[in-house]
């Protein structure tokens, strides 16, 4: 058996003329979550879309759970896609043991396991309704458990908190993290660095549709040093960019995060800082994911 539930090598894609994915390589060992970070248009969705064949790379090469990927492999894979799509006139319960028996499950097992998620997911009592009659964050908890439904050996999650509040966002998290301890291997986008940085592994970046960033998140952040002063404050902190040695800062209203080019001035910021805000924090830590994200992106588009 393979160590690796999914080797991409050089895949290309084009659309039009236009290169979608440029040469992507990366490896997902198995049972890890690895992050598919990148701004909007910077090739993730069409990157999924060629692991599960839905479009075919120009180039390169796909190896799901040790092989190439074929019908039965993807009975061992859930996948969500970007665009969300139900059965609109199915009722909750049909349209879970349908999806299910796509994937090889008894109906009975479906059924049993169909009713525990939903239970979980708070839509018990919603079984025999249609799917029109969700709500939008209904519905979208719905494709979801679709999607874990057969416990995948491979998850394959496009932006999967989209659409949810802050509660099933968290759900979502705890049930990716429970299926990882259980050895499931996951592969997912996402936006919200903070859900990343809490739950990857590893981590590719890509930025107009090539790989810009690769390697376990721990490492990746290593790299980049231990530069950053957290600042937890009240006032106006506009200034902070301006003053010597701060080579970047990110301002969130109340907490600034900000890179120093010499670490060991940091007594120096403080000094410039109680002058003109109040100061409640003041520490040094690792760049957040989401710093990382944002000047990784700032280079490329400066490149």
């Given at each position: 058996?393979s160590?690796?539930?999914?080797?991409?090598?050089?895949?290309?894609?084009?659309?039009d003329?236009?290169?979608?994915?440029?040469h992507?390589?990366?490896?997902?060992?198995?049972g890890?979550?690895?992050g598919l970070?990148?701004?909007?248009?910077a090739?993730?969705?069409?990157t999924?879309?060629?692991?599960m064949?839905?479009?075919?790379p120009?180039?390169g090469?796909?190896?799901?759970?040790g092989q190439?990927?074929?019908?039965?492999?993807?009975d061992?894979?859930?996948?969500?896609?970007e665009?969300?799509g139900?059965?609109?006139?199915?009722?909750?319960?049909?349209?879970?043991i349908?999806f299910?028996?796509?994937?090889?499950?008894?109906?009975?097992?479906?059924?049993e396991r169909?009713?525990?998620l939903?239970?979980r997911f708070?839509?018990?009592?919603?079984?025999e309704?249609?799917v029109?009659?969700?709500?939008?964050?209904?519905?979208?908890?719905l494709?979801?458990i679709?999607?874990?439904?057969?416990?995948p050996?491979?998850?394959?999650?496009d932006?999967p908190?989209?659409?949810?509040d802050?509660?099933?966002?968290?759900?979502?998290?705890?049930?990716?993290?429970e299926?990882?301890?259980q050895?499931?291997?996951?592969i997912?986008?996402?936006?919200?660095?903070e859900?990343?940085?809490?739950t990857?592994?590893s981590l590719v970046?890509?930025?107009q549709g090539?790989?810009?960033?690769d390697g376990?998140?721990a490492?990746?952040?290593?790299?980049y040093?231990?530069r950053?002063?957290?600042?937890?404050?009240?006032?106006?902190?506009?200034?902070?960019a301006?003053?010597?040695?701060?080579?970047?800062?990110?301002d969130?209203?109340?907490?600034?995060?900000?890179e120093?080019?010499?670490l060991?001035?940091?007594?120096?910021l403080?000094?410039?800082?109680?002058g003109?805000?109040?100061?409640?924090?003041f520490?040094?830590s690792?760049?957040s994911?989401?710093?990382?994200f944002?000047?990784?992106?700032?280079?490329?588009?400066?490149?």
């Open positions: 058996m160590e690796m539930a999914l080797a991409l090598q050089d895949l290309v894609k084009d659309f003329g236009k290169r979608a994915v440029d992507i390589s990366f490896a997902v060992p198995r890890e979550i690895l970070l990148g701004p909007n248009g090739g993730k969705s069409t999924m879309r060629m692991i064949d839905i479009i075919a120009d180039a090469t796909i190896e799901v759970l190439p990927l074929s019908e039965s492999v993807k061992r894979i859930g996948f969500l896609p665009e969300r139900l059965y609109r006139k199915l009722k909750v319960m049909d349209t879970l349908f299910a028996e796509l994937k090889g499950m008894k109906p009975a097992a479906a059924r169909g009713r525990m939903l239970k708070q839509l018990d009592g919603y079984e309704k249609k029109e009659e969700l709500s939008k964050g209904m519905a979208q908890k494709q979801f679709v999607t874990v439904l057969h416990d050996e491979l998850l394959i999650l932006e908190f989209s659409g949810l802050p509660l099933n966002i968290e759900l979502v998290k705890d049930i990716m993290l299926s990882r301890r050895g499931t291997t996951i997912y986008s996402t936006h919200l660095m859900y990343a940085e809490k990857v592994d970046m890509i930025h090539r790989k810009v960033l376990a998140l490492a990746v952040k290593a790299d040093g231990q950053a002063i957290k600042v937890q404050y009240e006032g106006d902190a506009r200034f902070v301006g003053l010597p040695n701060v080579a970047s800062c990110r969130s209203g109340r907490e600034l995060e900000i120093l080019a010499d060991s001035k940091r007594e120096q403080l000094r410039d800082l109680l003109r805000v109040v100061v409640s924090g520490q040094v690792e760049p994911l989401q710093n990382i944002i000047r990784k992106v700032q280079e490329g588009a400066g490149a």
